[in-house]
């Protein structure tokens, strides 16, 4: 079953702006992760945050847990053309660490 | 460094043929493997995934088995495909410590 779930499901923002997607999810985790998909190809990690984080940065990305909300936000700074893709984030669950993907959000910057 | 190789990157097949997709990692022992189907514009549905040789998990009911023969080689397989097949198969690993996936290129997958 998928455990997290995405919104929204398709942004589309100019280039320079800000791209804020959101990630829930219904059980406990042991992190949290967000992953980068162009099209056609197989996803790219982008960045792990733990369930005893809150905040965690990556250059130009920002992600944000709440385990209380069971939510996380992703926020991508000043983006670029470059940034347009699917974002999806993923939980892992018990000991096996299986990941769960949710449907993610398809982010297109525009020139 | 880490690798790892999916392949065929394109397969077309007519329904009721066999399937045999293939992925295997370098430069690690002992990753957790997965095989995740996509269907177009759609999130990551897991099909299976494997913490050892011979151990494998099947997380839905379907058409579709796996198998891992070698410690770092996970196979996709079927006997007799169904138009409903038809999709983006990616293979992943990970490792104990560290639950980063790697993705393998993806194999698109259309039954005919």
């Known amino acids: 079953s998928q455990q997290g779930e995405e919104d929204p499901q398709a942004l589309s923002i100019q280039e320079g702006e800000n791209a804020t997607m959101n990630c829930s999810y219904k059980t406990s985790i042991n992190n949290l992760q967000w992953y980068r998909q162009n099209s056609g190809r197989g996803l790219v990690h982008l960045i792990l945050i733990r369930s005893n984080e809150r905040e965690k940065h990556s250059g130009r990305l920002r992600v944000t847990l709440d385990t209380s909300k069971k939510s996380s936000s992703l926020l991508i700074t000043a983006s670029r053309a470059a940034d347009t893709a699917s974002y999806f984030c993923a939980t892992d669950e018990g000991s096996a660490r299986q990941l769960t993907f949710g449907s993610g959000t398809q982010l297109t910057v525009l020139p | 460094s880490q690798t790892i190789h999916q392949w065929p990157a394109t397969l077309v097949q007519p329904v009721g043929s066999p399937l045999s997709l293939e992925c295997t990692v370098e430069g690690t022992s002992n990753p957790n493997l997965y095989w995740y189907r996509q269907a177009a514009g759609r999130g990551l549905q897991l099909l299976f995934y494997s913490v050892g040789i011979g151990q494998i998990s099947s997380e839905v009911p379907q058409n579709l088995s796996a198998s891992r023969p070698q410690d770092r080689q996970f196979i996709l397989s079927s006997k007799k495909l169904l138009l409903s097949d038809s999709g983006f198969y990616l293979c992943?690993?990970?490792?104990?410590?560290?639950?980063?996936?790697?993705f393998g290129q993806g194999t698109r997958l259309t039954v005919v």
């Open positions: 992943a690993w990970n490792g104990d410590t560290n639950t980063e996936a790697f």
